[in-house]
């Protein structure tokens, strides 16, 4: 029996900006987000849209009757909670009609959130093998207007449903983790966006690639060419590369521009909409599973991922036979294309206009799954 990823989409809030544009409002040349963190647009969301939402919309376009009744828990990994006490997942278990008689709870750390759920998912569907278990990492990346971390901001949701003899990727026993006490990113709690010793983070996440990587080699035995790719937590889509270009020093160009090419094919998605923190690494997951054209049933992917710190992980899946028929292309390129582009004042506008739940009203929001009301403090979600 193998266990693993059976169905997985993703989902975005309906507009977006052009980093072009962020550019010319901040007085900046636009290579240095397209080229020098690899970004060309990012997701923005209205005060009407917040993690319940992007989880709710996520979910549904996977599961079926079938599935809510058979899934017996409901995981939620954000970094973006919406209460101190009760879990999001909670709400979601209600909203998608998922038999009663399930365990919903919530995961924090980082952007390492939705592998933690991953793993306890694979753990416990291997043990009952006769459940499912829905893991939807699902967050809101601010860090403010004209700040040094707002080119790299962006908002949705990634939702797994992870069941025996899945159809899309069985996961591996072959894990290594790392946790180092390290203050790169973090948000005390009463603090609106995070504080970020940027050069810190960058240089934590590639040592920490190096670390497990190199970890893996010697507990596994496995080298490059046993991966035909490798998939990372993408806050940015260079930092993923700039990880990887630590380890491809020594290999052959032939095998530098093997993997450099499925990560081109992992970050198709990312360089439109930004930063999904502990959805980053799934969202890349699904952008190299529905672009690439040279893998096949049985390749190993790697995966790679980071949460701020802080937590690693290295772990691979093989690609199960008929994976690319139970892929999503058509819906999530849709839902790309019908965005609405923002003016950058009009999201100015919109990043401002932030919801206050001390204020009872009532909102108007045609996304599917919105917030339709604030009421004693409680969100009111539009189930159209």
Known sequence: MTVGIDKISFFV?????DMTDLAHARDVDPNKFHIGIGQDQMAVNAKTQDIVTFATNAAKQILTEEDLTAIDTVIVATES????SKAASVVLHRLLGVQPFARSFEIKEACYGGTAGLQFAKNHVTLHPE?????VATDIARYGLNSGGEPTQGAGAVAMLITANPRILSLNDDNVMLTQDIYDFWRPVGHDYPLVDGPLSNETYINSFQKVWQENTHRNGYTLADYQALAFHIPYTKMGKKALLAILENETEEEQARILARYEESIAYSRRIGNLYT????????????????????????LFSYGSGAVSEFFSGHLVEGYKQHLLVD????????????????YEELF????DTNIDATFEDETAFSISGIQNTIRAYRTK
């Open 13 to 17: 809030p309906p507009y977006f900006i």
């Open 81 to 84: 909670g919406i209460d101190e």
């Open 131 to 135: 459940s499912k278990v829905l893991v």
């Open 279 to 302: 959805g980053s690494l799934y969202l890349g997951l699904i952008s190299l599973l529905e672009h690439a054209t040279v893998l096949t049933a049985g390749d190993r992917i790697g």
């Open 331 to 346: 819906v999530h390129t849709s839902l790309l294309e019908k965005r609405t582009k923002l003016a950058i004042d009009a």
């Open 352 to 355: 401002n206009d932030k919801l």
